[in-house]
C-alpha cells in the first residue's frame, strides 16, 4: 500500500462507525459509497472532527449513509431531512451541518423544505445523489426522471417534465450550488469541500447510478456502462459557455454553477433580531 493509499484508508477509517458490519445494504457497483468516500476525505481535509459535523438524513437508499459514518446523526422521516437539519443548525450554530438525499426525498414528498431552506440561506450544506429514480422502493418514477424514460410507475415513458435541482435551488434563493457526478471523483471530493465551507445554503447535485432500476428498465447497462456514460455527457461550466442549446441537450454541467458570498445567512440573520430586541 502506497503512502497516498494509506491516507486514504486512515481517513475513512477515523469517520466510519467501528462496530458497523460492511458490506453496506447498496447494491454492488451503486454510486453512495463513492459519494460516501468523498464526503469523508472532504471533511478530514477540512480538518473536522466528528463531533464538529452533524449529519442528517430522511429515506431511501442515500439516506443509510449516516448509519456507517460516526458523526452526530439524525435519521428521519421521509422528506424531513432539511427540517430537521434546520432544528440542529439553530440548536448548534457552530455546527457543520450537513444533509444527505436522495431526488425522490429531496424533490417529491421534500420539495417544500428544500425550497425554503434555499430561500433562507441557511447554513446547511444538501448533498443531493440524483439517480433519476426511486431506488430503495421499487425503480418509481421520480422529479428527476427524464421525460419518456421508463420506471416501474412509468413503464410506456415518462410524461412529466423533470425538475433540475440546481436550476431550482439558484431560483430558490441558495447561495451555493454545484454539481459532481461519481465517475469525476477528484471534482466531487473538491466540490464538497467548497460547499461545507460555503457560508449559507449550498447544494451539492452528484449524478449517481441506479443500474439496479433506472440502467436496467432503460436500458443504460451495468454499473461501468453508466458510470463510462456519466464521463462521456460531461461538460465543464467554462465548456459549457461556448456551446449551443443543441450542444449541450442531455450533457450534464459540472463544476460551481452559482456563489454569492455576498448574501447574508440566516441563522445570523436570526441572532441580530434576537441581540436588538435583547438591548431594548
Known sequence: ????EKQKSDAMLKYLRPKKHFPSVWCPGCGNGIVMG????AIDKIGLSKDEVGMVSGIGCTSRMPVYMDFNSLHTTHGRALAFATGVKFAQPDM????????????????????????RN??????????????????????????????????YGNVEKHFDPCDLA??????FVGRGTVYHYPQLEKLIIQAVQHKGF?????????????????????????????????????KAKNMSPEELDGKHVLGVLHEDN???????????????????
Open 202 to 238: 449550498s447544494l451539492v447535485e452528484v449524478i449517481s447510478n441506479c443500474h439496479t432500476y433506472f440502467g436496467r428498465l432503460n436500458r443504460k447497462g451495468d454499473a461501468a456502462a453508466m458510470l463510462e456514460m456519466f464521463k462521456n455527457n460531461s461538460v465543464t461550466k467554462a
Open 38 to 41: 468523498a464526503f469523508i476525505r
Open 1 to 4: 500500500m502506497t503512502t497516498a
Open 96 to 119: 457543520k451541518v450537513c444533509v444527505i438525499t436522495g431526488d425522490g426525498d429531496a424533490l417529491a414528498i421534500g420539495g417544500n423544505h428544500f425550497i425554503h431552506a434555499c430561500r
Open 122 to 155: 441557511i447554513d446547511i450544506t444538501c448533498i443531493l445523489i440524483n439517480n433519476h429514480i426511486y431506488g430503495m422502493t421499487g425503480g418509481q418514477g421520480s422529479p428527476t426522471t427524464p421525460s419518456a424514460a421508463f420506471s416501474t410507475t412509468t413503464p
Open 170 to 175: 439558484m431560483a430558490a434563493g441558495a447561495s
Open 262 to 280: 455576498v448574501k447574508t445567512e440566516f441563522c445570523d440573520e436570526y441572532q441580530k433580531l434576537v441581540d436588538s430586541y435583547q438591548s431594548k
